[in-house]
């Protein structure tokens, strides 16, 4: 995950509007982007990234006599069964659905032909999602201390005084595959609003997703709570970035209101609403 930050901020600058020139020979975009907007946002997210990463740095690991004093019973009962849990191969198999994902998503995204025709838009808000998700989860870890499930057991050898073993709070890995599968399928959803692959698309990005939750709580690095909320956080910035840029026409509209409050008491005024 440490990678992803600086990838985006070296990439995600590249496109995130196209001469006039070049549109017409493109598929028309559901989205609306302005570099003076974005290059901003996105660069703001990545420093974030970089702020959680560094207070990350300057926790402290676990002495043995802290480890020996840990108690399951300390843990909320909702995540006190997976205390103790530990497995290399869940481990392997959680880094083998993440990291591909960062790059099958976006991948799948440019064998759509309508996608592909504005991939360059695309790929700056997936850039931008990423680094959402990314910001929420350096920063969350480089301030909240909680210890991973397997030090409740007895494996897990030196990793068991490293920093790293107290960000269980929240699931990184899951909130990135999150990330990464439900852009995907947002993105496929607003370029072809009347296909009827999007309930499998999005079921897929969910089961990609549950799948690594499912790794990181048998691999004995996240507690349940974690995994949900990095699932939560995921799924949110994957879908909420390219929402947020989304052409609306005129989103604001006002009309006339009146009736009775509960008191009896009748009202009239203008409603003020905005579409995302």
Do not use: C
Request: glycine fraction near 10%; hydrophobic fraction near 40%.
């Amino acid at each position: 995950m440490k990678k992803l930050s600086s990838l985006a901020l070296a990439t995600s600058l590249l496109a995130v509007n196209v001469p006039q020139h070049a549109q017409a020979q493109k598929a028309r975009s559901p989205y609306q982007t302005r570099f003076a907007v974005d290059a901003p946002i996105t660069g703001g997210l990545a420093a974030l990234s970089v702020a959680g990463l560094l207070l990350v740095q300057k926790k402290d690991g676990l002495t043995n006599e802290q480890l020996a004093a840990l108690n399951k019973n300390d843990i909320p009962k909702f995540d006190r069964f997976s205390a103790g849990y530990y497995s290399e191969t869940a481990q392997t198999a959680g880094d083998l659905i993440v990291y591909p994902s960062l790059l099958i998503a976006p991948g799948l995204l440019a064998l759509d032909q309508d996608v592909r025709g504005r991939y360059g838009q695309v790929l700056g808000l997936y850039f931008q999602s990423m680094l959402a998700a990314d910001a929420t989860f350096t920063m969350t870890i480089g301030n909240v201390t909680r210890y991973r499930p397997f030090l409740y057991g007895t494996e897990g050898g030196g990793s068991r005084n490293s920093k790293i073993a107290t960000n269980s709070f929240f699931a990184g890995h899951t909130a990135h595959t999150a990330a990464a599968t439900f852009f995907a399928a947002k993105v496929y959803h607003d370029f072809h609003p009347d296909s009827k692959a999007r309930p499998f698309i999005w079921t897929a990005a969910g089961v990609v997703s549950v799948a690594e939750a499912y790794t990181r709580l048998e691999a004995g690095k996240h507690f349940l709570s974690d995994n949900i909320v990095g699932l939560a956080v995921g799924a949110t910035a994957g879908i909420l970035v390219p929402q947020l840029h989304k052409k609306t026409g005129n989103s604001y509209s006002i009309s006339p209101v009146q009736g009775l409050n509960v008191n009896g008491y009748s009202y009239s005024g203008l409603s003020l609403t905005k579409r995302l």
